[in-house]
């Protein structure tokens, strides 16, 4: 595998990481127990479809699938996604806002599930600065 | 047992502004030069707590805070319900200068944070004879905006968790986890409508980028200080404001983002106190 590939697998990882670290999180879940909703992330060109029922992450898909829906979309490059998920990330890249405000992110689709709980879903996008993994160092 | 309090007093000033009788709330801590604090939108005066216990501070400046109408514990004026609160540059001017004036505040340095630091240029453009110094946190002429702000008023999303989750992201990860719910916890309380309010003036009423030449630093002196994680007032924005206005200072403050003196205070005194001393040399001169 070529070092981009590996580059890139090991970001999927990452987010594959998501599951557990959300649902481990009990203050996390708690904050989010009233919230049942679809939506994609994709890192580069690799997306992965998440489920959330009651602040947990019932299921996380990788991608392509056909046809399947979510409600909104968070899009970034592998880049873009290294560094917001450094322990420690520089600034203007630690958080999905200010990201978005730089172009480096996209946000798209129905907002309003992101925008009612927006402190649980900012909370769980940067839930694997936890992890201290090669792949975003 | 030895209870703590903290050295912080309230009262309630009532005031006319924009025609209307309005009960203002302030808090003030210390004695010497009066240095008036302006919170940042959707916010109100306990930003400022920790400046008001902090002797380094307290033992040569007067800390005074107060509350923007319509935030904190300042009451909205009555009749307040059928309205819809939109702060202005004149308001928000009148509202500074008369309190001023109601507690006998002589030329008071002025630290204004967000949209007080927006509001400190237009302080200095108009009314800089008025006093000794002025500060502007994350102050700059115009900003590009980053959110759509309809989204902080209305029946379907909870207004105090989606105000703080809009400004958690200026938080610096450096900053202490306490003092970042501390911080949060006020935009939570804020009232409906209020932030919204706020920030029109911010998006709408005060592009001061064609008025900047009209500040004269030596009449008074313009500090401005931007959190480098900042990303609503970045150091860009501020230093491109102050590259217009002659003999403006600009400080960059590091591991610090929207709330230097509520999210890292420890880390705020460290550019705080220094400018402070300069300020006091000044003035003992």
Same mark, same amino acid.
């Given at each position: 595998?070529?070092?981009?590939?590996?580059?890139?697998?090991?970001?999927?990882?990452?987010v594959?990481?998501?599951?557990?670290?959300?649902?481990?999180?009990?203050?996390?879940?708690?904050?989010?127990?009233?919230?049942?909703?679809?939506?994609?992330?994709?890192?580069g060109?690799?997306?992965h479809?998440?489920?959330?029922?009651?602040?947990?992450?019932?299921?996380?898909?990788?991608?392509?699938?056909l046809m399947?829906?979510?409600?909104?979309a968070?899009?970034?490059?592998e880049?873009a996604?290294?560094?917001?998920?450094?322990?420690?990330?520089?600034?203007?890249?630690h958080?999905i806002?200010?990201?978005?405000?730089?172009g480096?992110?996209r946000i798209?689709?129905?907002?309003r599930?992101?925008?009612?709980?927006?402190?649980?879903?900012?909370?769980?996008?940067?839930?694997?600065?936890?992890?201290?993994?090669?792949?975003?160092? | 047992?030895?209870?703590?309090?903290?050295?912080?007093?309230g009262?309630?000033?009532?005031?006319?502004?924009?025609?209307?009788?309005?009960?203002?709330?302030?808090?003030e801590?210390?004695?010497?030069?009066?240095? $008036?604090?302006l919170?940042t939108?959707?916010a109100?005066g306990r930003?400022f707590?920790?400046?008001?216990?902090?002797?380094?501070?307290?033992d040569?400046?007067?800390?005074?805070a107060?509350?923007?109408?319509?935030?904190?514990?300042?009451?909205?004026?009555?009749?307040?319900?059928?309205?819809a609160?939109?702060l202005?540059?004149?308001?928000?001017i009148?509202?500074?200068?008369?309190?001023?004036?109601?507690?006998?505040?002589?030329?008071?340095?002025?630290?204004?944070?967000?949209?007080g630091?927006?509001?400190?240029?237009?302080?200095?453009?108009?009314?800089?004879?008025?006093?000794?110094?002025?500060?502007? $946190?994350?102050?700059?002429a115009?900003q590009?905006?980053?959110?759509?702000?309809?989204?902080?008023?209305?029946p379907?999303?909870?207004?105090?968790?989606?105000?703080?989750g809009?400004?958690?992201?200026?938080?610096?990860?450096?900053?202490?986890?306490?003092?970042?719910w501390?911080?949060?916890?006020?935009?939570m309380?804020?009232g409906?409508g209020?932030?919204k309010?706020?920030?029109y003036?911010?998006?709408?009423?005060?592009?001061?980028?064609?008025?900047?030449?009209?500040?004269?630093?030596?009449?008074?002196?313009?500090?401005?200080?931007?959190?480098?994680?900042?990303?609503?007032?970045?150091?860009?924005?501020?230093?491109?404001?102050?590259?217009?206005?002659?003999?403006?200072?600009?400080?960059?403050?590091?591991?610090?983002?929207?709330?230097?003196?509520?999210?890292?205070?420890?880390?705020?005194?460290r550019?705080?106190?220094?400018?402070?001393?300069?300020?006091?040399?000044?003035?003992?001169l």
């Amino acid at each position: 595998m070529s070092k981009d590939g590996a580059f890139a697998s090991s970001l999927a990882g990452v987010v594959e990481r998501l599951p557990e670290l959300v649902n481990g999180d009990v203050p996390l879940v708690r904050r989010g127990e009233f919230l049942t909703a679809d939506f994609m992330i994709e890192v580069g060109s690799r997306a992965h479809y998440v489920a959330i029922v009651n602040g947990r992450i019932a299921t996380l898909v990788p991608g392509p699938l056909l046809m399947r829906s979510w409600s909104f979309a968070i899009r970034g490059s592998e880049d873009a996604w290294r560094q917001f998920w450094r322990p420690l990330p520089p600034p203007h890249f630690h958080d999905i806002f200010a990201l978005a405000k730089r172009g480096e992110f996209r946000i798209e689709g129905d907002f309003r599930p992101l925008m009612t709980n927006l402190l649980y879903f900012k909370a769980l996008l940067a839930a694997p600065r936890a992890l201290k993994r090669e792949a975003h160092q | 047992m030895t209870l703590k309090f903290d050295p912080i007093m309230g009262r309630y000033v009532h005031v006319t502004l924009q025609g209307r009788q309005h009960r203002v709330y302030f808090e003030e801590a210390g004695q010497g030069i009066p240095l $008036l604090c302006l919170h940042t939108a959707g916010a109100d005066g306990r930003q400022f707590r920790h400046m008001m216990t902090d002797s380094a501070i307290t033992d040569h400046f007067r800390v005074i805070a107060f509350d923007l109408p319509w935030h904190g514990k300042s009451t909205p004026p009555d009749g307040w319900q059928d309205e819809a609160y939109c702060l202005t540059t004149d308001a928000y001017i009148e509202a500074i200068r008369t309190v001023r004036d109601a507690l006998d505040l002589k030329k008071p340095v002025t630290l204004g944070c967000s949209i007080g630091g927006r509001i400190v240029l237009s302080l200095a453009m108009r009314h800089g004879e008025e006093f000794t110094a002025l500060i502007g $946190l994350d102050s700059a002429a115009y900003q590009t905006g980053w959110y759509d702000s309809s989204w902080l008023h209305r029946p379907d999303v909870h207004g105090g968790e989606i105000c703080a989750g809009i400004v958690s992201g200026l938080i610096a990860p450096q900053s202490p986890t306490v003092n970042r719910w501390d911080t949060l916890w006020q935009y939570m309380q804020s009232g409906p409508g209020v932030f919204k309010g706020d920030i029109y003036f911010y998006r709408v009423d005060s592009d001061l980028r064609a008025e900047l030449a009209k500040i004269d630093t030596r009449v008074c002196p313009l500090y401005l200080m931007t959190g480098e994680y900042d990303f609503s007032c970045t150091p860009e924005d501020t230093m491109q404001t102050a590259e217009r206005v002659w003999g403006a200072e600009v400080i960059v403050m590091k591991d610090i983002g929207h709330f230097a003196m509520s999210e890292n205070p420890l880390q705020f005194r460290r550019y705080l106190l220094p400018l402070l001393e300069k300020i006091r040399a000044k003035c003992s001169l």
